[in-house]
């Protein structure tokens, strides 16, 4: 197999991603998020490159069962429902619903990635799950860390080199100057992720906003196995958490 | 001190790196044949972002002392004096000439810097001379990797890492996510540069076009130790060489 690495979608266009094998990264932590609200039975999630665009997707959506949710400095936006904390995501807010989803970096990087053949979702939290995604489906994949405003982000990059590093423990890998890199990032913290992201500039910031807890939830390797794969305009499971059973209403 | 990298120039602009002090790294192979031309008695090098620039630039520079130099796809461009190999730049040519140099990355990236407050051009064959000459400066500084076509590469960021090393040995530093991610590169790759360098995506397209002795040259640590300044719109030696004495023209 074949791995390609970019460390901020800054030199990525989505014409450039048409017809890609792609996973996407936002460790901190849009895909974490993702993977969280999935698993806790969000129907979809929308991603919106902005406010304006997320407001007017909510607008277009017939749908009652919608929230908007994401962040600006790491902040929840004014008159969104939910940031963008794996934490907030719990199933009694998210069950059922479309979420659509506008954030700094990763909800912008998988909107580029509209087109590809196929663009799974990834975060440690998920790892084992897209490993044995991207080795089933085989060859050339291009993995699209969402970095920082357009610069590298290490915990991103690192995760990027576990998913390298878990396929070449699988298979034969081939792959280029930053993917040989993510991998000795990987290998230089694979006992301390946590410790790594504490030591991140975006870790920092968030520890400095209150959020010190989503480095925990964000570095627990597997915690949440599940595969989001985009869909379209929306990001789903691969393989759907069943529904819930629909609410018998209450006469009085 | 302070060091912030970046692995491309893609997320830079000239604004940007306003007031900045900055060390411009290109190892494969524009830094490096920069500093081997000045250390040969060039008297400058005026960086070109393109081939239209470079020769409207030698069409408006008076003196009879120019030559143009650069590469595309590594190699030398058509009419052009000079291509892109250290190995080219011997004394005999480029002694007290201006020469103009465009490359695919490293001449553009230094142009990029054309209103720094400082910008150093680095490489392996001048680490000392850099490192010296930052900590005599002090302060914050910027790394600007040329990388490949907007992408990360990996022999640029394993120089940023001992520029880095080399001063936290001299004084305490504070570094980003990829300064940190650099260090982590150069501690990999620190008693074996050259082999990295052919395992580097670009040193394998050298090799492949009859470079792979460039690739030792590259990797040769401290082996032109020279201060390239940029300097108005070229780059000039911060301690010149003397210049040559005057040649007594023979009368017939």
Redesign the interface.
């Known amino acids: 197999m074949k791995f390609e690495?970019?460390?901020?979608p800054?030199?990525v266009d989505e014409l450039g991603m048409r017809g890609r094998n792609v996973v996407i990264i936002d460790v901190l932590r849009a895909t974490t998020t993702i993977c969280t609200a999935l698993r806790n039975g969000a129907r979809e999630i929308i991603p919106a490159p902005d406010i304006e665009n997320a407001t007017k997707i909510l607008a277009n959506l017939s749908s009652d069962a919608r929230l908007l949710g994401g962040e600006r400095q790491g902040k929840k936006i004014d008159g969104f429902d939910l940031g963008n904390s794996p934490a907030e995501y719990l199933p009694e807010k998210v069950s059922g619903k479309s979420i659509i989803f506008t954030t700094t970096n990763g909800a912008g990087a998988i909107y580029k990635c509209r087109y590809a053949a196929t663009a799974l979702v990834a975060s440690f939290v998920n790892m084992s799950a897209i490993v044995q995604t991207v080795v089933e489906i085989g060859g050339t994949w291009t993995i699209l860390c969402s970095g920082?405003q357009?610069?590298?982000?290490?915990?991103d990059?690192t995760c990027a080199g576990m998913i390298i590093s878990e396929v070449q423990a699988l298979t034969d890998v081939d792959t280029?100057?930053?993917g040989?890199?993510a991998v000795?990032?990987y290998k230089?913290f694979k006992r301390s992720i946590l410790a790594m992201m504490k030591?991140?500039?975006h870790g920092k910031y968030l520890i400095s906003i209150g959020f010190e807890g989503d480095l925990a939830l964000c570095s627990d390797v597997d915690s949440v196995p599940v595969v989001p794969v985009v869909s379209g305009v929306s990001v789903k499971l691969k393989y759907p958490v069943p529904d819930p059973p629909p609410k018998t209403v209450q006469t009085t």
């Open positions: 690495v970019f460390f901020s800054a030199a920082r357009g610069a590298f982000s290490v915990e990059a280029e100057d930053a040989l890199t000795i990032l230089s030591k991140s500039m």
